[in-house]
């Protein structure tokens, strides 16, 4: 052991680490967020240009954003693609600290189900599987799920550029951003409003698209 050491304390060693050192480059300013921006910058394009040219919007949208039920839907899956994005970002630094702070996921769940709640409690018998199936159930996390694809790709790609260090949750924050934001712009083509349709079926394609981030993670992020 003591011989190692003074190896490693040897003049060549020190000039070695010294060249190294001086040999690293400053980060750039923003340069984590420029990374992430530029991943999920072509996979939002994507999504948009898929919904526009293939899903296409509703054909009612100008009178739906005039009721407070759209905005409502679009604000609930915005506030996870949000923490979603928050949550990517802090992850992609080797020195991630606690998470508890995403906690605060449950808040736009539990408002949204308190809404669902009342709309079931005054909704006549008849009319509550309506609430919770609309006529796209079948469809709608499948769809979800499939415009959050181009984003998470996208997101993935920038971090492997970057040096997060917890790959399953890395992984499941990229899939919830990404599922977030394909949640918001499906809504611009779905005509289901109703909050326990919403809290079901987008959020049910929304942990799609986490549980496959989470999945993708450990292969493709390892550095």
């Given at each position: 052991m003591t011989d190692?050491?003074?190896?490693?304390?040897?003049?060549?060693?020190?000039?070695?680490?010294?060249?190294?050192?001086?040999?690293?480059?400053?980060?750039?300013?923003?340069?984590?967020?420029?990374?992430?921006?530029?991943?999920?910058?072509?996979?939002?394009?994507?999504?948009?240009?898929?919904?526009?040219?293939?899903?296409?919007?509703?054909?009612?949208?100008?009178?739906?954003?005039?009721?407070a039920s759209f905005?409502?839907?679009?604000?609930?899956?915005?506030?996870?693609?949000?923490?979603?994005?928050?949550?990517?970002?802090?992850?992609?630094?080797?020195?991630?600290?606690?998470?508890?702070?995403?906690?605060?996921?449950?808040?736009?769940?539990?408002?949204?189900?308190?809404?669902?709640?009342?709309?079931?409690?005054?909704?006549?018998?008849?009319?509550?599987?309506?609430?919770?199936?609309?006529?796209?159930?079948?469809?709608?996390?499948?769809?979800?799920?499939?415009?959050?694809?181009?984003?998470?790709?996208?997101?993935?790609?920038?971090?492997?550029?970057?040096?997060?260090?917890?790959?399953?949750?890395?992984?499941?924050?990229?899939?919830?951003?990404?599922?977030?934001?394909?949640?918001?712009?499906?809504?611009?083509?779905?005509?289901?409003?109703?909050?326990?349709?919403?809290?079901?079926?987008?959020?049910?394609?929304?942990?799609?698209?986490?549980?496959?981030g989470a999945a993708?993670?450990?292969?493709?992020?390892?550095?």
């Open positions: 190692l050491a003074m190896t490693n304390k040897g003049p060549g060693n020190e000039a070695l680490i010294s060249r190294l050192a001086g040999e690293v480059a400053p980060v750039a300013r923003h340069g984590l967020a420029r990374r992430l921006a530029a991943g999920l910058g072509p996979g939002l394009l994507t999504s948009v240009l898929l919904v526009l040219l293939v899903l296409g919007p509703r054909a009612d949208l100008g009178a739906a954003v005039l009721h905005w409502i839907k679009l604000a609930y899956c915005a506030s996870l693609a949000l923490l979603g994005s928050l949550a990517v970002a802090r992850l992609a630094r080797p020195d991630a600290l606690s998470l508890g702070w995403l906690a605060w996921l449950a808040l736009p769940v539990l408002l949204l189900a308190g809404l669902g709640g009342l709309q079931l409690a005054d909704a006549a018998p008849g009319q509550r599987p309506l609430l919770w199936l609309g006529s796209s159930w079948r469809v709608c996390p499948l769809l979800v799920l499939a415009l959050a694809l181009p984003v998470l790709g996208g997101l993935l790609l920038g971090l492997r550029w970057l040096a997060p260090t917890r790959l399953v949750a890395t992984g499941a924050a990229a899939g919830l951003a990404s599922g977030g934001w394909a949640a918001v712009l499906y809504g611009f083509h779905c005509p289901e409003v109703s909050a326990p349709f919403v809290l079901l079926w987008y959020s049910l394609g929304m942990a799609l698209a986490c549980g496959l993708l993670g450990p292969g493709l992020l390892r550095w």
